[in-house]
């Protein structure tokens, strides 16, 4: 079964946080962590990553914490994702980075089926943004997990 980490699932809902969020400023990990009901250390230890992809950037002083790298229509899920994660691939032998490095590639049937099924994953990841899921959030009843103050598009 294909299922993504704690890394992944705890990391684009940090995320989702900065992205509605956004124009108060950066955010602490401590208001992160307890809006997302995240462990602090565990959400430092997933912020290292996005910052290092430009994801998100650290800001210091009183006011500091974290924002977004880039606005969040600029962002994808499977941006995020990807550097959690690692490469969407169901196998090794279909990796998105180096998908011709299998040996079997010739002769093997079912390496075409893993293909299509990375392919599928990374179709659906890469086609929502995280402001995609800003605006899909406001019309959740009681969404008391994001409180947006993202425009609209």
Do not use: F
């Amino acid at each position: 079964m294909i299922k993504l980490s704690t890394k992944g699932r705890y990391g684009l809902r940090a995320m989702l946080d900065l992205a509605s969020n956004a124009k108060k400023g950066p955010r602490t990990i401590h208001a992160i962590a307890e809006r997302q009901e995240i462990s602090e250390r565990y959400l430092e230890q997933l912020l290292i990553p996005l910052k290092q992809s430009g994801l998100v950037k650290s800001v210091r002083g009183p006011q500091g914490g974290y924002m977004l790298g880039r606005a969040p229509q600029d962002i994808s899920v499977g941006d995020i994702i990807r550097v959690l994660e690692g490469p969407l691939s169901p196998v090794d032998c279909v990796s998105e980075q180096n998908p011709d490095d299998c040996k079997r590639a010739d002769i093997c049937v079912t390496r075409t089926i893993w293909a299509k099924v990375r392919d599928c994953i990374a179709e659906v990841l890469d086609s929502y943004s995280l402001l995609d899921l800003v605006n899909e959030a406001r019309h959740m009843p009681e969404n008391k997990v994001i409180t947006s103050d993202i425009d609209p598009q």
